[in-house]
């Protein structure tokens, strides 16, 4: 099993992927997961493989509205968010979550994930460029909770969470 090019027999004990510079981030970018860490390979401290995503764009937010039913013109229509005091569109906050559920089910898969808790801390525009980051904060007992987060290209935490997932 591979986790983004580093062999999964790797003796390589702190970290699980590798910290990208933000070209790397651009050329490393992905519509899914693209790895699934096998649970012997989780332990406290270990940094997970980032998720690197496509900028966010309006026509992105107005398709998640007709998904999600959320039309609010704060995610859709320039005038009404300056309006409203927001300095232009934002996304819709559950698209990060939606992003974080993403980054999870490609670490664990799908099928071992028990819970995701996120909080929303900043706003994410349409240009922003996001990335799912995550640290394994503890691994024991055939369950693993690890520290998630979405930042932003300035590396602002934009959506910060707790995952459990099934291992072993």
């Known amino acids: 099993m ?3 090019g580093k062999d999964a027999g790797s003796t390589n004990s702190s970290a699980i992927g590798a910290t990208e510079d933000a070209a790397s981030r651009r ?3 992905s519509d899914g997961p693209c790895f699934i860490v096998v649970g012997a390979l989780l332990k406290a401290g270990d940094e997970l ?5 496509e900028p966010v764009t309006r026509l992105q937010l107005v398709r998640y509205a007709g998904a ?3 039309f609010n ?8 968010a300056e309006e409203m005091g927001l300095g232009g569109v934002i996304a819709h906050g559950m698209l990060s979550m939606g992003f974080l559920g993403q980054y999870v089910a ?3 898969g799908p099928e071992r994930v028990r819970r995701l808790q996120v909080r929303f801390g900043a706003m994410v ?3 922003d460029e996001l990335t799912c980051r995550g640290t394994v904060r503890s691994a024991d007992g055939g369950r693993a909770t690890l520290d998630v987060w979405v930042e932003n290209q300035e590396g602002e935490k934009v ?3 707790e995952a459990e997932v099934e291992i072993g």
Do not use: F, Q
């Open 159 to 161: 959506t910060t969470g």
């Open 49 to 53: 493989t980032p998720l690197a995503k």
């Open 73 to 80: 013109p704060i995610h859709w229509d320039p005038e009404r």
């Open 2 to 4: 591979r986790v983004r």
């Open 68 to 70: 999600s039913g959320d």
């Open 27 to 29: 050329s490393a970018r």
């Open 106 to 108: 490609g670490v664990a």
């Open 125 to 127: 525009r349409p240009g």
